[in-house]
């Protein structure tokens, strides 16, 4: 891992408006159908009056940004591959809605040389930059066979 080249402090952002396809489609590829997130009517008398993203599409969007990181930042070591090993601390803070546009902030705030590890902080805000989620993500870089 010495031979990449991000560093504390390297950060991306990622934007994206959230469409009713998004959800949709993200719907049918996970089989995750709850009317939150695709029954108009059934959301129209909760709380927040209209229908929300799931949360792990969001999730979605941050793995968008860790690639962006690596593509930003490259390894010089060919002999070994970044790959994720997961998210934690997730929270989803505020709702996302149809049609909003999020932020992903990635950055990394560790880097562990003797484990081949980092950890990033993920913020992801609204277009009125209300805080809507956070994650820690953790890459791992894996020996090539």
């Known amino acids: 891992m010495e031979a990449q080249t991000f560093a504390v402090g390297c950060r991306v952002t990622f934007s994206k408006t959230v469409g009713e396809s998004d959800i949709y489609l993200f719907a049918g590829i996970t089989g995750d159908f709850s009317p939150n997130h695709v029954d108009r009517e059934f959301m129209r008398s909760s709380a927040y009056g209209r229908r929300i993203a799931h949360g792990s ?8 940004a860790s690639t962006m990181i690596l593509q930003t930042y490259p390894s010089e070591n060919k002999n070994m591959t970044a790959v994720s090993l997961g998210y934690d601390r997730i929270r989803f ?11 992903v902030n990635y950055e990394i705030e560790a880097i562990d040389q003797e484990k081949n590890r980092s950890l990033s902080r993920i913020e992801i805000t609204n277009q009125h930059g209300e805080l809507v989620a ?10 090539n066979s």
């Open 93 to 103: 803070l505020k709702p996302v809605f149809i049609n909003d546009t999020i932020t």
């Open 57 to 64: 599409l969001l999730i979605g969007y941050a793995s968008t």
């Open 134 to 143: 956070v994650a820690t993500h953790i890459l791992k870089w894996v020996a």
